[in-house]
């Protein structure tokens, strides 16, 4: 009976600290939502604004200008690189956008330098994969069902496919037209 009362006490004292560890630790870090690398859509859409207007700005006063040339040229500078910045901004997918591609018959599409997410939306293909031997199957992930592609299967219609790794060999030969879309690095040869 002693032996469970000091077991219990302890299993208090450990949980006791435990609780007290994780406010310290939370009081600890101080969170700025400036380096959060998660943005949220708003806030996106507000620095989107802010450089527009910027842009609007300076060429409001490029327009109406009467200054030096080394101010025009200063003002010019500015604006187109604010300008490079914004259209930066919004043709960067960063990697979250899919990739609409069309391929026709005998066509074959590979990972080339990074993991490359696959769905086909309409057409055919099969797996391409160098890895055969027995005891070395590897071939594209079928995510949707959680299954291992080996090379030469069907690949089936609006599954999410994964070729985990970019620039081994392994990729997707096109039996009929078809339309994917793609997220990462590929080539089509």
Known sequence: MKIRKKTAKLAAVFAVCMVLSVFVFAADGKYDSANDPIAAKSYVDSEIDTLEAKIAALEAKLNGASG??????ALRTELETIKSDLNAIKTSNNGLAYTKITLKKGDKLYAKDTA????VRSGTGSVISPFVEEFQQE???????????????VVPFNDLLLIP??????????KSPAVLLV???????
Do not use: F, P
């Open 68 to 73: 030096s040339s080394g101010e025009l040229t």
């Open 116 to 119: 490359l997410e696959i769905i």
């Open 139 to 153: 071939g594209l992930s079928d995510i949707t069902t959680g299954k291992e592609l080996y090379n030469g299967m």
């Open 165 to 174: 790794v970019g620039g081994d060999g392994r990729g997707l030969e096109i």
């Open 183 to 189: 997220r990462g690095s590929y080539e089509v040869k």
